[in-house]
């Protein structure tokens, strides 16, 4: 199956989309995780009284 440069530059500006999309979203994920990490520490140390 042979694709013209235009159906490849279609494809690739496609794929680019989702990808971007897909990365910006697990950044923000990563950062509410790292979040949600840190507060469950101090309520960890506060209720064991460190």
């Known amino acids: 199956m042979q694709m013209d440069i235009n159906q490849f530059i279609a494809t690739m500006g496609n794929l680019g989309f989702v990808v971007i999309i897909a990365v910006y979203l697990l950044?923000?994920?990563?950062?509410?995780i790292i979040s949600l990490t840190q507060k469950i520490n101090d309520l960890n140390k506060?209720?064991?009284g460190k």
């Open 27 to 32: 950044l923000r994920l990563e950062k509410k």
């Open 46 to 48: 506060k209720l064991n």
